[in-house]
């Protein structure tokens, strides 16, 4: 079994801010894949970023960055320059033996 | 690629009766899932395929729950008899391998 934790259920940040948003997983596994998924008031679950567990670089995608740590089970997200468009709800995932678990969620909101 | 296909996009029935929600994969995904969401309980697998054999069933609630994939490109989930307590939104998504899921835009199921 695994389990994703999410422990901030809101956050807000101002425009052209950074923000960070935590995520810990476990997982007995040695090889597996996390997930970033963002979800805005329309609901579609739209993917931000992927990190493969095998890999020590931490992915980016643009304004998007993870900070991985293998052996604390931990997986951020970082959102630099954050735009009113970030808000959303942001859903941490573990992919282990191909059943994709997902955590509570953080809801982000972009102030103007 | 149209992506992920689910139908309705909302369904609003009364307590009791069958409740039958549709999806259509990514062609070429051979893994497919079928998660409800709640603000109680966030992102819950319920079920998913592999190949249309059903691997993991042990989110499936109750057995008013059911799921079929009779081919590749179909699946549906069904509740039957429904209750107000299964009112959620209902989200299929589709895989290859161990690459990201994506999903459908999900379906809002109101049970009065």
């Known amino acids: 079994a695994q389990t994703v934790t999410q422990s901030q259920p809101e956050m807000s940040v101002q425009e052209a801010e950074t923000v960070t948003l935590s995520c810990t997983y476990d997982?007995?596994?040695?090889?597996?894949?996390l997930f970033w998924y963002k979800q805005p008031p329309s609901r579609q679950m739209i993917l931000v970023i992927r990190?493969?567990?095998?890999?020590?670089q931490n992915a980016t995608e643009n304004r998007f960055s993870v900070n991985f740590q293998k052996a604390a089970k931990s997986f951020s997200l970082k959102i630099s320059d954050s735009q009113l468009g970030d808000t959303a709800m942001y859903f941490c995932?573990?992919?282990?033996?191909?059943?994709?678990?997902f955590g509570a969620g953080t809801t982000v909101t972009v102030r103007a | 690629d149209a992506g992920v296909i689910q139908s309705p996009r909302h369904e609003v029935t009364e307590m009791g009766q069958e409740v039958t929600l549709r999806c259509k994969p990514i062609?070429?995904?051979?893994?497919l899932f079928w998660y409800r969401q709640t603000m109680m309980r966030g992102l819950e697998l319920l079920i998913y395929?592999?190949?249309?054999?059903?691997?993991?069933d042990s989110g499936m609630p109750e057995d008013r729950f059911s799921a079929k994939m009779p081919n590749a490109s179909f699946s549906t989930l069904k509740i039957q008899p429904s209750e107000p307590r299964d009112s959620a939104v209902y989200f299929c998504?589709?895989?290859?391998?161990?690459?990201?899921?994506?999903f459908g835009q999900g379906t809002r199921l109101t049970v009065v």
């Open positions: 998504a589709s895989r290859q391998g161990a690459l990201e899921a994506f």
């Open positions: 997982t007995s596994e040695n090889n597996y894949y």
């Open positions: 990190q493969e567990a095998y890999k020590q």
């Open positions: 995932a573990a992919l282990n033996d191909y059943k994709l678990s």
């Open positions: 062609s070429g995904h051979d893994y």
């Open positions: 395929f592999n190949n249309n054999v059903p691997i993991d």
